[in-house]
């Protein structure tokens, strides 16, 4: 090679060194720059985005301006293929770089997921099958009854209904062996199951979260004597399976129904929980409160009024009478907790009689 020949290509490599590096500069200068995003908004990104789809929709957004520019740094980065879908919430003037530092870490906007207490499998079936944002089938067969923790769950856009019903079946193990473990010592209760199973009685029994664990005693008292447990909500389980509401009030018929979940006929726990009880309820079951009343029925002002002879509780039953005549058949019961489609479940005049025994 001549030396004009090398000083020509000398030349030519300093040159594109200094344009490379002022093209570095512009790029690093406009990956710090705020963006053009005026107030916060959310920006969603599909599963199997590429770089072009990415830049299209954060420039329809409005949270980046120059998207040649955007796709120029994002491959030069060396981030093209680690952005994560999903949805997420952008802040006012956001830089580029921020932004791709929060998809690539996956940031993503997670969304809430509320399922009330007392529910049926059945009735949060129903519930999850309406989540818009979800994705996919319900898991078949569905969990056996209670094995559903109810609470507010978050979780992303496009996440499976699968992966949901999957962790609330965890959550309720966890807590199930959580409250298992504070036990109070004697209880008539062979097992966590049985503890389960107790919980979603009192869940079914009263919306009220001090009335928990009087209730919780009232049946663990019961169970101690041997005497039937006589709870409603168990009555209307054995009518429905768990599948509906029962749309109506029990009748004296209601009662002498033959099945092992009517505990006006038969003694001790039904065979399964009858709804899926919340952390509270669990509580409830395994540390009743330390009252020796065997009785209860609604008071008419949202709660229930609690016994200890059937005397007493009879006194207490034609009081709620009188309120429920002077109401014209209604009194205030405990607040409803929405199901699947809005129609309220347990704390609602459903399923009551007049009470005698346990109710």
């Known amino acids: 090679m001549t030396r004009g020949r090398l000083l020509l290509v000398l030349g030519l490599l300093a040159v ?86 929060m998809m690539q870490r996956g940031e993503v906007l997670l969304r809430r997921i509320t399922v009330p207490e007392g529910l049926t499998v059945a009735e949060v079936y129903a519930l999850l099958a309406e989540v818009p944002f979800l994705t996919g089938e319900l898991p078949e067969p569905p969990p056996p009854e209670g094995r559903l923790l109810p609470e507010t769950y978050l979780f992303p856009r496009d996440a499976s209904r699968r992966q949901v019903v999957r962790r609330m079946r965890e959550a309720l193990e966890e807590a199930l062996a959580e409250a298992w473990a504070q036990r109070a010592p004697d209880l008539p209760l062979a097992s966590p199951e049985e503890a389960l199973v107790l919980a979603s009685l009192i869940e079914k029994e009263t919306s009220l979260p001090e009335e928990y664990p009087i209730v919780a005693a009232v049946f663990v008292n019961r169970l101690r004597k041997g005497m039937r447990l006589q709870s409603d909500p168990t009555v209307i389980y054995a009518l429905t399976g768990g599948k509906t509401r029962l749309g109506r009030r029990l009748t004296r018929a209601d009662l002498a129904v033959d099945s092992p979940y009517n505990t006006y006929r038969r003694a001790g726990l039904p065979p399964t929980p009858i709804a899926n009880p919340g952390r509270r309820a669990l509580m409830a079951a395994v540390r009743p409160a330390d009252v020796d009343y065997l009785y209860f029925v609604a008071d008419g002002t949202g709660g229930h009024a609690f016994s200890r002879t059937l005397a007493e509780h009879n006194r207490k039953v034609r009081a709620w009478r009188r309120i429920r005549d002077r109401a014209g058949g209604r009194v205030p019961l405990p607040v409803p907790r929405p199901a699947a489609g809005g129609q309220p479940v347990g704390g609602t005049e459903e399923g009551r009689v007049e009470p005698d025994g346990a109710r």
């Open 16 to 101: 594109l060194t200094v344009a490379g590096g002022i093209g570095w500069w512009v790029v690093v200068r406009y990956l710090d720059t705020p963006g053009p995003l005026a107030e916060e908004t959310v920006v969603y990104i599909p599963r199997g985005s590429g770089v072009e789809a990415i830049t299209r929709r954060l420039a329809e957004a409005g949270a980046i301006d120059r998207p040649w520019l955007f796709r120029i740094a994002l491959r030069l980065s060396g981030r093209d293929r680690r952005l994560q879908a999903g949805e997420y919430r952008l802040t006012a003037r956001m830089t580029p770089a921020q932004i791709l530092d």
